[in-house]
């Protein structure tokens, strides 16, 4: 879902346009049922978002908006050993296994959860719970930040685990690092937690 989202605003960060309603060769206005394409299949990003329809289209059009003011991300344009491919699983073993490589040992989602809910005290469970908590809410956060810097992890699965929209997570990803740069504490914790997980 990153990856659908910087593509559509390429043309934005390029300085070619100021929105990326304003791009005549946009895929964009297919998604929102703007223009027929039909070499475009958008069904699979749509229900990312809702499996009704209208409701799908309006959540994306936010979570692309949500995007604006976001650099280039260097992972997209280039990578190292399992980084550097994009696709299922099963792909992603023929590429290796063309490539003469193995595929590693991969953190899990459900680690990824253990380990940030046993920092934070509370159960795993809990994070489908319809609070709004505070804690519950960083907690959810801060794995969407750790699940989201973790390349061969997305937020559609933890999307799918938590019950939550994916633009949902992201937005709060994003404002946990916002936060993070006024708060030594938090930014040490999250720190942390990603070096657990994530390998440079």
């Not at 070619?16 to 394409?37: C, I």
């Not at 940030?116 to 907690?139: D, K």
């Amino acid at each position: 879902m990153e990856l659908v989202r910087y593509i559509h605003l390429n043309p934005v960060r390029a300085g070619v346009v100021e929105s990326v309603e304003d791009y005549p060769w946009s895929s964009y206005h297919a998604y929102l049922g703007r223009k027929k394409l039909t070499w475009l299949t958008t069904n699979w990003v749509l229900a990312q978002f809702s499996n009704r329809r209208s409701t799908a289209r309006k959540k994306f059009r936010e979570f692309i908006r949500e995007g604006y003011g976001e650099g280039r991300k260097e992972e997209f344009h280039s990578g190292t050993k399992e980084g550097r491919i994009l696709g299922s699983d099963r792909f992603f073993e023929e590429v290796l296994s063309l490539k003469g490589e193995k595929v590693g040992s991969e953190v899990t989602l459900d680690q990824i959860l253990e380990r940030v809910c046993h920092s934070y005290g509370i159960e795993v469970e809990s994070l489908t719970s319809a609070g709004r908590q505070h804690r519950l809410s960083e907690v959810r956060a801060m794995i969407s930040w750790i699940v989201r810097e973790t390349k061969h992890l997305s937020l559609t699965k933890l999307s799918q685990r938590l019950n939550r929209d994916i633009s949902s997570l992201s937005v709060s990803a994003r404002r946990l690092v916002e936060k993070s740069t006024l708060d030594s504490h938090l930014s040490k914790k999250m720190e942390e937690l990603k070096s657990a997980f994530v390998r440079n």
